[in-house]
T-cell receptor, first 117, second 109 residues
């Protein structure tokens, strides 16, 4: 199946610093990528939809100035957690929708565990 | 966002037993997807279904796209310890993806 790679897998940072997480589709082009947050033993919570070449669409309650998303190319989307605080500690996952051969398949990255001290 | 109704929420079974879980929705979907997520990892796609009534297998896993297009089930036959994890469904309307709440599977050797 298609491969989506996420980096870094784990990051620890001090409160007040910014952290960037990358999501790459390795063997297909993705005009749309998605960013999720997942709390322990909970399902995925969609944060925003990242659109190549245009602004991301954020879900209700997600601060766009806090979670900056950039989708500069058809294979890369980045999520930057700005001025991180301990409550931002979480597991962040990206996904990308494959357009071919089947348009409804969604592939996930490995996830990034953020710990803010 | 909308979440799909997935059941059961958790299962504890003996190795070798069969497992069945399902997802239902009030919405119609074009695609049903089933994933497995191990702790600290991203979800891995197990099976994708594209047509109402479709029955697809992947090794010991079998999934079906409900005829009404509002439900899907996943069966795991002859479970083994490495089947442990969280399984969840996803439905695609053609515009958006919706996710199930997950089924936590524990296999007792």
């Amino acid at each position: 199946g298609a491969v989506v790679s996420q980096h870094p897998s784990r990051v620890i940072c001090k409160s007040g610093t910014s952290v960037k997480i990358e999501c790459r589709s390795l063997d297909f082009q993705a005009t749309t990528m998605f960013w999720y947050r997942q709390f322990p033993k909970k399902s995925l919570m969609l944060m925003a939809t990242s659109n190549e070449g245009s602004k991301a669409t954020y879900e209700q309650g997600v601060e766009k100035d806090k979670f900056l998303i950039n989708h500069a190319s058809l294979t890369l989307s980045t999520l930057t957690v700005t001025s991180a605080h301990p409550e931002d500690s979480s597991f962040y996952i990206c996904s990308a929708r494959s357009l071919a051969p089947n348009t409804g398949e969604l592939f996930f990255g490995e996830g990034s565990r953020l710990t803010v001290l | 966002g909308q979440q799909l109704n997935q059941s059961p929420q958790s299962m504890f079974i003996q190795e070798g037993e069969d497992v069945s879980m399902n997802c239902t929705s009030s919405s119609i979907f074009n695609t049903w997807l089933w994933y497995k997520q191990d702790p600290g990892e991203g979800p891995v796609l197990l099976i994708a279904l594209y047509k109402a009534g479709e029955l697809t297998s992947n090794g010991r896993l079998t999934a079906q796209f409900g005829i009404t297009r509002k439900d899907s089930f996943l069966n795991i036959s002859a479970s083994i310890p490495s089947d442990v994890g969280i399984y969840f469904c996803a439905g695609y309307t053609g515009n958006q993806f919706y996710f199930g709440t997950g089924t936590s599977l524990t296999v007792i050797p």
